[in-house]
C-alpha cells in the first residue's frame, strides 16, 4: 500500500542485469538527464520529470551523460 512520503521507484525492464535499464514515470521527483522512451527526447530535470514535450509520453531512460542512453534501444 503507498504511504504519503514514499518516493516512487522507476519500473525495471529486464531481470537480465546487463540488458537492465530503470524506467522513470512523469511526475517522479528527481534530477539529471533523461531520454524519452519513446521518442529520444533528450530533458535536464531539476525537479520533477515532465511528460515528454514532443510526443506526451510518460516514461523516461536515465541517460549517462550528455543524451547518451544506458540502453542500445534508443
Do not use: Q
Not at 530533458?43 to 510526443?55: E, G, N, Q, S, T
Amino acid at each position: 500500500m503507498y504511504e504519503p512520503g514514499e518516493g516512487t521507484k522507476p519500473a525495471m525492464r529486464a531481470d537480465n542485469e546487463r540488458d537492465y535499464v530503470e524506467f522513470w514515470p512523469a511526475g517522479v521527483a528527481t534530477t539529471g538527464w533523461f531520454l524519452c522512451a519513446a521518442c529520444g527526447n533528450t530533458v535536464i530535470v531539476r525537479h520533477v520529470l515532465p511528460r515528454c514535450m514532443l510526443c506526451g509520453e510518460r516514461l523516461w531512460e536515465r541517460a549517462r551523460a550528455a543524451g547518451v542512453p544506458a540502453s542500445r534501444a534508443v
